[in-house]
Protein backbone atom coordinates (compact mmCIF):
# COMPACT_ATOMS: atom_id res chain seq x y z
CA UNK A 1 0.00 0.00 0.00
CA UNK A 2 1.11 3.76 -0.13
CA UNK A 3 3.11 5.22 2.62
CA UNK A 4 3.76 9.01 3.13
CA UNK A 5 6.92 9.57 5.19
CA UNK A 6 7.93 12.26 7.76
CA UNK A 7 9.98 13.65 9.70
CA UNK A 8 8.76 14.36 13.25
CA UNK A 9 9.80 17.93 14.27
CA UNK A 10 11.84 20.95 12.84
CA UNK A 11 12.59 24.12 14.99
CA UNK A 12 14.25 27.15 12.84
CA UNK A 13 14.54 30.73 14.44
CA UNK A 14 11.88 33.38 13.35
CA UNK A 15 13.21 34.81 9.95
CA UNK A 16 14.73 31.74 9.02
CA UNK A 17 13.63 29.65 6.12
CA UNK A 18 12.36 26.26 6.84
CA UNK A 19 12.29 23.06 4.95
CA UNK A 20 10.12 19.95 5.98
CA UNK A 21 10.95 17.17 3.60
CA UNK A 22 8.23 14.19 2.75
CA UNK A 23 9.13 10.95 1.12
CA UNK A 24 5.90 8.47 -0.64
CA UNK A 25 6.22 5.28 -1.94
CA UNK A 26 3.43 5.37 -4.44
CA UNK A 27 4.97 5.62 -7.93
CA UNK A 28 1.16 6.41 -9.35
CA UNK A 29 0.68 9.33 -7.24
CA UNK A 30 -0.60 12.15 -9.39
CA UNK A 31 -1.20 15.26 -7.12
CA UNK A 32 0.83 15.76 -3.60
CA UNK A 33 -0.23 18.13 -0.80
CA UNK A 34 0.77 20.07 1.98
CA UNK A 35 -1.43 21.22 4.56
CA UNK A 36 -1.33 23.09 7.95
CA UNK A 37 -2.72 21.91 11.48
CA UNK A 38 -2.48 24.73 14.15
CA UNK A 39 -3.28 23.23 17.76
CA UNK A 40 -7.04 21.92 18.28
CA UNK A 41 -8.15 23.00 14.61
CA UNK A 42 -8.41 21.15 11.66
CA UNK A 43 -6.15 20.98 8.39
CA UNK A 44 -5.74 23.61 6.17
CA UNK A 45 -4.83 22.96 2.65
CA UNK A 46 -1.59 25.31 1.92
CA UNK A 47 -0.71 24.10 -1.59
CA UNK A 48 -0.53 21.53 -3.90
CA UNK A 49 1.28 19.98 -6.92
CA UNK A 50 0.96 17.91 -9.92
CA UNK A 51 3.16 15.13 -10.07
CA UNK A 52 4.39 16.40 -13.56
CA UNK A 53 5.83 19.43 -12.35
CA UNK A 54 8.85 20.26 -10.29
CA UNK A 55 8.36 23.53 -8.54
CA UNK A 56 5.60 25.78 -7.39
CA UNK A 57 5.70 28.77 -5.45
CA UNK A 58 3.22 30.57 -3.74
CA UNK A 59 3.80 33.88 -1.99
CA UNK A 60 6.45 32.64 0.76
CA UNK A 61 5.62 29.00 0.12
CA UNK A 62 7.74 26.80 -2.41
CA UNK A 63 7.29 23.39 -2.83
CA UNK A 64 9.61 21.43 -4.79
CA UNK A 65 8.87 17.68 -6.22
CA UNK A 66 11.40 15.73 -7.35
CA UNK A 67 9.76 12.65 -8.85
CA UNK A 68 12.64 9.93 -9.40
CA UNK A 69 13.25 10.38 -5.77
CA UNK A 70 9.63 10.49 -4.90
CA UNK A 71 10.46 13.38 -2.63
CA UNK A 72 8.70 16.36 -1.95
CA UNK A 73 9.43 19.43 0.26
CA UNK A 74 7.86 22.49 1.49
CA UNK A 75 10.13 25.54 1.53
CA UNK A 76 8.55 28.43 3.94
CA UNK A 77 10.31 31.68 3.50
CA UNK A 78 10.95 34.34 6.32
CA UNK A 79 9.56 31.97 8.85
CA UNK A 80 7.24 33.45 11.71
CA UNK A 81 6.01 32.46 14.81
CA UNK A 82 2.58 32.11 13.26
CA UNK A 83 3.70 29.50 11.26
CA UNK A 84 4.26 27.05 14.18
CA UNK A 85 2.23 23.83 13.35
CA UNK A 86 1.79 20.66 12.28
CA UNK A 87 2.80 19.88 8.63
CA UNK A 88 1.09 16.92 6.52
CA UNK A 89 2.08 16.21 3.31
CA UNK A 90 -0.46 14.05 1.28
CA UNK A 91 -0.79 12.44 -1.86
CA UNK A 92 -3.45 10.67 -3.83
CA UNK A 93 -3.93 9.17 -7.19
CA UNK A 94 -6.08 8.66 -10.38
CA UNK A 95 -7.03 5.31 -8.97
CA UNK A 96 -7.87 6.61 -4.98
CA UNK A 97 -11.13 8.96 -6.20
CA UNK A 98 -11.49 11.17 -3.25
CA UNK A 99 -8.60 9.56 -0.82
CA UNK A 100 -5.76 11.01 0.48
CA UNK A 101 -3.41 9.46 2.00
CA UNK A 102 -1.26 11.41 4.70
CA UNK A 103 2.00 11.54 6.08
CA UNK A 104 2.82 11.40 9.80
CA UNK A 105 3.61 15.29 10.40
CA UNK A 106 6.40 17.50 10.71
CA UNK A 107 5.74 20.01 13.91
CA UNK A 108 7.53 22.96 13.25
CA UNK A 109 8.60 25.08 15.93
CA UNK A 110 9.46 28.89 15.54
CA UNK A 111 11.43 30.53 18.23
CA UNK A 112 11.84 34.08 18.61
CA UNK B 1 -13.82 29.77 0.51
CA UNK B 2 -15.54 26.46 1.43
CA UNK B 3 -16.23 26.54 4.83
CA UNK B 4 -17.06 22.63 6.71
CA UNK B 5 -17.88 23.08 10.44
CA UNK B 6 -17.73 20.41 13.52
CA UNK B 7 -20.60 20.43 16.16
CA UNK B 8 -19.87 19.68 18.55
CA UNK B 9 -16.03 21.13 18.87
CA UNK B 10 -15.87 19.74 22.34
CA UNK B 11 -17.76 16.41 24.31
CA UNK B 12 -17.18 14.73 27.29
CA UNK B 13 -19.39 11.51 27.63
CA UNK B 14 -19.72 8.66 29.85
CA UNK B 15 -18.59 4.77 29.07
CA UNK B 16 -21.85 3.13 27.97
CA UNK B 17 -23.09 6.28 26.13
CA UNK B 18 -23.41 6.94 22.22
CA UNK B 19 -21.87 10.68 21.09
CA UNK B 20 -23.33 12.02 17.74
CA UNK B 21 -20.93 14.13 15.88
CA UNK B 22 -22.05 16.38 13.03
CA UNK B 23 -20.43 18.01 9.93
CA UNK B 24 -21.78 20.43 7.72
CA UNK B 25 -20.57 22.29 4.66
CA UNK B 26 -21.68 25.44 5.00
CA UNK B 27 -21.52 27.20 1.47
CA UNK B 28 -20.82 24.19 -0.87
CA UNK B 29 -22.67 20.58 -1.24
CA UNK B 30 -20.46 17.93 -0.95
CA UNK B 31 -21.31 14.78 -2.24
CA UNK B 32 -18.47 12.68 -0.39
CA UNK B 33 -17.15 13.19 3.29
CA UNK B 34 -14.62 11.68 4.74
CA UNK B 35 -14.40 10.89 8.50
CA UNK B 36 -10.78 10.97 10.30
CA UNK B 37 -9.48 9.60 13.80
CA UNK B 38 -6.33 11.22 15.02
CA UNK B 39 -5.17 10.28 17.73
CA UNK B 40 -2.36 12.42 19.49
CA UNK B 41 0.74 13.90 18.20
CA UNK B 42 -0.19 11.36 15.23
CA UNK B 43 -2.09 11.55 11.94
CA UNK B 44 -4.80 11.47 10.51
CA UNK B 45 -6.78 8.01 9.81
CA UNK B 46 -9.05 8.04 7.28
CA UNK B 47 -11.89 5.99 8.81
CA UNK B 48 -14.74 5.88 6.29
CA UNK B 49 -15.76 7.77 3.65
CA UNK B 50 -19.51 9.08 3.25
CA UNK B 51 -21.72 9.35 0.69
CA UNK B 52 -24.75 10.95 0.57
CA UNK B 53 -27.75 8.82 -0.33
CA UNK B 54 -26.03 5.59 0.54
CA UNK B 55 -24.05 3.46 2.89
CA UNK B 56 -20.47 4.32 4.19
CA UNK B 57 -17.89 3.12 3.00
CA UNK B 58 -15.40 1.59 6.14
CA UNK B 59 -12.02 1.02 6.00
CA UNK B 60 -10.35 -1.76 7.88
CA UNK B 61 -10.29 -2.35 11.23
CA UNK B 62 -13.14 0.26 11.61
CA UNK B 63 -16.14 -1.28 13.15
CA UNK B 64 -19.71 0.17 10.96
CA UNK B 65 -21.80 -0.99 13.83
CA UNK B 66 -19.54 1.26 16.73
CA UNK B 67 -19.62 3.95 14.12
CA UNK B 68 -22.30 4.52 12.50
CA UNK B 69 -22.36 7.25 9.58
CA UNK B 70 -25.12 8.83 8.15
CA UNK B 71 -25.30 11.19 5.38
CA UNK B 72 -28.57 12.06 4.65
CA UNK B 73 -28.11 15.73 2.69
CA UNK B 74 -25.48 17.12 0.86
CA UNK B 75 -24.42 19.20 3.08
CA UNK B 76 -24.81 17.03 6.23
CA UNK B 77 -23.15 13.67 7.40
CA UNK B 78 -23.33 12.65 11.18
CA UNK B 79 -20.73 10.32 12.87
CA UNK B 80 -22.49 8.33 15.86
CA UNK B 81 -20.30 7.19 18.57
CA UNK B 82 -22.48 4.13 20.05
CA UNK B 83 -21.82 2.90 23.82
CA UNK B 84 -18.51 4.53 23.78
CA UNK B 85 -15.22 3.71 25.67
CA UNK B 86 -12.34 5.80 27.41
CA UNK B 87 -9.84 4.23 24.23
CA UNK B 88 -12.89 5.88 21.71
CA UNK B 89 -11.49 9.57 22.85
CA UNK B 90 -10.03 11.10 20.58
CA UNK B 91 -10.13 14.27 17.62
CA UNK B 92 -12.18 13.06 14.98
CA UNK B 93 -12.17 15.70 11.89
CA UNK B 94 -14.83 15.11 9.19
CA UNK B 95 -13.93 16.76 4.98
CA UNK B 96 -16.04 17.25 2.40
CA UNK B 97 -15.62 17.23 -1.08
CA UNK B 98 -17.09 19.92 -3.45
CA UNK B 99 -19.04 18.60 -5.51
CA UNK B 100 -18.51 20.60 -8.24
CA UNK B 101 -14.81 20.15 -8.56
CA UNK B 102 -12.94 17.46 -10.88
CA UNK B 103 -9.76 15.88 -9.74
CA UNK B 104 -8.40 16.10 -7.17
CA UNK B 105 -11.26 16.72 -5.39
CA UNK B 106 -10.03 19.82 -3.22
CA UNK B 107 -11.03 18.13 0.45
CA UNK B 108 -12.11 20.89 2.79
CA UNK B 109 -11.74 19.81 6.70
CA UNK B 110 -14.06 20.47 9.44
CA UNK B 111 -12.38 21.60 12.66
CA UNK B 112 -12.32 18.96 14.53
CA UNK B 113 -14.21 17.99 17.40
CA UNK B 114 -12.36 16.35 20.38
CA UNK B 115 -14.41 13.13 22.71
CA UNK B 116 -13.39 12.35 25.66
CA UNK B 117 -15.02 9.45 27.53
CA UNK B 118 -14.86 9.08 31.38
Known amino acids: GEDVEQSLFLSVREGDSSVINCTYT??????LYWYKQEPGAGLQLLTYIFSNMDMKQDQRLTVLLNKKDKHLSLRIADTQTGDSAIYFCAETHNNAGNMLTFGGGTRLMVKP | GAVVSQHPSWVICKSGTSVKIECRSLDFQATTMFWYRQFPKQSLMLMAT?????????EQGVEKDKFLINHASLTLSTLTVTSAHPEDSSFYICSARDHRTTFPYEQYFGPGTRLTVT
Open chain 2, 50 to 58: SNEGSKATY
Open chain 1, 26 to 31: DSSSTY
